[in-house]
Nanobody, 123 residues
Framework: QVQLVESGGGSVQAGGSLRLSCTATKPTYSGYCMAWFRQAPGKEREGVASIDHDGTTTYADSVKGRFTISQDNGQTSLYLQMNSLKPEDTAMYYC?????????????????WGKGTLVTVSS
């Protein structure tokens, strides 16, 4: 079973940048679809970005052009580079893995979840 641990969250002013990391504490998640989700206070969790085992990426419209998802060659670490941050990006950010077929940015498809890392963006 894959265990995921996020890090890199924190507080930043609007316009700033943060880089989130997600590390698998057990053998690689090679071949899985990996994704970032977020949940803002009082809102439902939403997909932010995903990356398939072949490197294909998908982004939510709200983060396109500002966020970049990537992973290392050994597929043991997942990253989310967040630039031009806005107050509305404030949320708990979760790393997730889909061990099944395909790579749809939907929480219903995810099999494994991290516990999250908090991002706070002030205006």
């Amino acid at each position: 079973q894959v265990q995921l641990v996020e890090s890199g969250g924190g507080s930043v002013q609007a316009g700033g940048s943060l880089r989130l990391s997600c590390t698998a504490t057990k053998p690689t998640y090679s071949g899985y679809c990996m994704a970032w989700f977020r949940q803002a206070p009082g809102k439902e969790r939403e997909g932010v970005a995903s990356i398939d085992h072949d490197g294909t990426t998908t982004y939510a419209d709200s983060v396109k052009g500002r966020f970049t998802i990537s992973q290392d060659n050994g597929q043991t670490s997942l990253y989310l580079q967040m630039n031009s941050l806005k107050p509305e990006d404030t949320a708990m950010y979760y790393c997730a893995a889909d061990a099944g077929w395909g790579c749809e940015l939907s929480e219903d498809n995810m099999d494994y979840w991290g516990k999250g890392t908090l991002v706070t963006v002030s205006s």
